[in-house]
């Protein structure tokens, strides 16, 4: 619920864990590594590789009522979820006793909180009642700066959010971040490209309902909600578009606090730090600098009823899943233009979603003690460790880079971090409370981490967090770290098997794992050198060629229909695809240099080595979506669709073509000239 005032340079496999499930879990398959019942042998692999792999699994597969996709991640999170909710019913039903007062019984009362509907239900709006008052107090722009600067503890974003994280250019160290405005719809093309008519009047409409809850008349509150819609246009209008968010520098904007007061003076700043207890910081690094400089105007045009709005909304929005079941269902009615599922997730799992992301850790712990074996660790350990000498080996053989980069290069992949599992120290929970209600207790979470957050500012970083909980079916590579991190619950079947063949593990987490390494040298992530700083390590030609070829994967990947006249946005996706590209080289090298040393294993007779990997390839990526999520997705996602992830990296690969002989006049074939490498 909460945004990070601070660019978002982490990169994530897949979009952020799905906010939406149901508790069936598939049973699990009795064979190990690629299971041929997933996969349909009577379409040609030469014509259609994606289906010859996964059509048993797509024949079979339906999209669940309260989810907006499904796929291998969707089961991953289905199996943790079911493995969660069995420990905290065994916890309630009083079968496994908890620590009184420890963070994990703390999660376990926050989450039955979340549970107990007949509770939330009778409490109603009753929670954030005081923070409407203050609201409804506003009266004017000093005001409106005034509830500002408590904004953040009252679990709403404001208009000049402040957070803490890593200084972009000195990596080691917690600066202070002046972030943009909130926007309820996913991104500024919402607002400003076409095409999103649809979306856009389910969110005025919606808000129209949220606002009538507040009292307001059905004419009143439409006009309010399509006022507050024109508010937040403009504001997005000022703020980076998407491609210029690719480039960290444009994010980066430091301001001494004179040069902030200058720029916004209407903002008692020195009373803000304060407030915020960051007095102490010498300066401000702006992530949206023209929105800075155009918000003071805009406030000033706007009436102060409709500031007022925006201000209920956002609070509205921001507890939608923490107060009662009417806001609930009102807020879902927008989340579906989004998803186009049908149905809401059980409140079970809304509850669990909402206190892993306020004390993953005391879950994580709880999680990993049962479901997590340390040979899983190690073993894991020792594919990462082959992955990556399996990259450096790429890079020893690259054609296009100039020896001085490539030393630099090399540097940066020798002194890359890997974690596996869950962090060495968990996070703890001390200053949370669990209070009378739900809502209570989510906001003092929220605001035990965001001053404990807050309190880092100007201190060293401290590399070993996590930016993942154990529990989350998901990998990600931070620039800022130079890491990559594999958390427990992506290290399951059908990603990861200790009893499948090699073949299976290389092609599905190896894939993973070579996709992260590639990560931190991907457009963005190659703009950080070794130590996790935003600095040039590139000599300008071989800048120029590295970016010659990324403009061929654009090209490529932007000639991709997913539905009638939606294309793939080549170049917002870019460095996802020069992940999945390099991932699937790398982890195919590394499986030569395996069998080449244990031997060929041929567990499933039927298919090479070569081609179980390819087939656990296009098994990751296995998946089904509805039409409104896949819009979203190209609209608002860095991920290309996972059928496109699935079969357009292979076709790069040389050793594709050979591995099922698809020639010439196959429609999966590229000509060796139309092929890309890059690492
Ligand atoms: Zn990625």
Redesign the pocket.
């Known amino acids: 619920m909460f945004r990070y005032a601070w660019p978002a340079v982490m990169?994530?496999?897949?979009i952020s864990a799905p906010g939406v499930a149901t508790g069936i879990v598939a049973a699990q398959d009795a064979t190990y590594g690629i299971d041929i019942a997933n996969m349909d042998l009577g379409v040609s692999p030469r014509q259609d590789f994606y289906r010859f792999a996964n059509g048993g699994w797509l024949a079979k597969t339906e999209i669940p009522g309260d989810k907006s996709s499904y796929g291998t991640f969707t089961e991953l999170y289905d199996i943790t979820l079911e493995q969660l909710l069995t420990i905290l019913d065994d916890v309630v039903t009083g079968e496994r006793a908890l620590e009184p007062n420890s963070d994990e019984a703390k999660a376990v009362r926050m989450w039955q909180q979340g549970i107990d509907l007949e509770t939330r239900n009778a409490l109603g709006l009753t929670p954030i009642e005081p923070v409407l008052a203050e609201i409804d107090a506003v009266a004017d722009l000093p005001a409106y700066h005034q509830f500002q600067q408590n904004a953040m503890f009252r679990g709403l974003s404001g208009s000049l959010p402040l957070g803490v994280g890593p200084d972009l250019r000195d990596s080691g160290m917690n600066v202070v971040y002046l972030g943009g405005p909130w926007l309820g719809l996913p991104n500024r093309d919402y607002y400003l490209e076409d095409g999103n008519e649809a979306v856009q009047e389910s969110y005025i409409a919606t808000n129209a309902k949220l606002l009538e809850r507040l009292g307001a008349d059905p004419s009143a509150a439409r006009s309010g909600a399509q006022s507050v819609y024109d508010l937040e246009k403009t504001l997005a209008a000022t703020t980076l578009t998407r491609e210029e968010e690719q480039n960290p520098e444009l994010s980066y904007n430091p301001l001494t606090i004179a040069e902030l007061v200058a720029r916004y003076p209407a903002m008692p700043w020195l009373n803000y730090l304060d407030t915020l207890v960051i007095s102490g910081t010498e300066r401000v690094i702006a992530t949206q600098i023209d929105y800075l400089d155009e918000l003071g105007p805009i406030l000033e045009q706007t009436p102060i009823e409709t500031l007022r709005d925006y201000l209920r909304l956002q609070l509205l929005w921001n507890f939608n899943n923490n107060l009662d079941l009417e806001l609930e269902e009102t807020a879902f009615t927008f989340l579906q233009s989004l998803g186009g599922q049908p149905e809401m997730q059980p409140v079970e799992e809304r509850a669990l979603g909402q206190t892993s992301g306020l004390m993953g850790d005391a879950l994580g712990k709880l999680y990993v003690a049962e479901h997590f074996p340390p040979q899983a660790k190690a073993e894991m350990e020792t594919l990462v460790a082959g992955i990556i000498a399996a990259f450096g080996e790429r890079l020893e053989r690259n054609a296009w880079m100039t020896p001085e980069t490539r030393e630099k290069a090399l540097a940066k992949l020798a002194t890359l971090r890997v974690k596996v599992g869950y962090p060495d120290e968990w996070e703890t929970y001390e200053d949370v409370e669990i209070g009378e209600s739900y809502a209570e207790s989510v906001i003092s979470a929220a605001n035990a981490s965001l001053r404990e957050s807050l309190a880092e500012a100007g201190l060293p970083v401290d590399r070993e967090e996590w930016g993942m909980n154990a529990q989350t079916a998901n990998?990600?590579?931070s620039p800022l770290n130079n890491e990559i991190v594999f958390p427990a619950a992506i290290l399951q079947a059908p990603f990861f098997d200790y009893r499948a063949d090699p073949a299976s593990n290389y092609g599905a987490i190896g894939f993973i794992i070579g996709?992260?390494i590639t990560?931190g040298f991907d457009l963005q992530g190659s703009r950080f050198d070794e130590n996790g700083n935003l600095a040039n390590w590139w000599t300008d030609e071989d800048r120029e060629r590295f970016e010659a070829l990324n403009q061929d994967l654009v090209a490529q990947y932007d000639a991709i229909e997913v539905l009638p006249d939606l294309f793939v946005n080549g170049q917002i996706t870019v460095?996802?695809n020069v992940?999945?590209l390099g991932g699937v080289e790398t982890a195919y090298d590394a499986l030569q240099t395996v069998l080449a040393a244990q031997g060929d294993s041929r567990s499933l007779a039927e298919f090479t080595s070569e081609q179980r990997f390819f087939v656990a390839a296009a098994t990751v990526w296995r998946g089904e979506i509805r039409d409104e999520a896949l819009i979203t997705r190209i609209r608002s996602g860095?991920?290309a669709p996972p059928e496109v992830r699935a079969t357009q990296p292979l076709r790069n690969v040389d050793a594709f073509f050979d591995a099922f002989a698809i020639v010439e006049g196959d429609p999966m074939y590229l000509s060796p000239a139309e092929r890309i490498r890059i690492w």
Do not use: K, P
């Open positions: 990169a994530a496999l897949v990998a990600y590579y996709h992260e990560h460095t996802e992940a999945d860095v991920h």
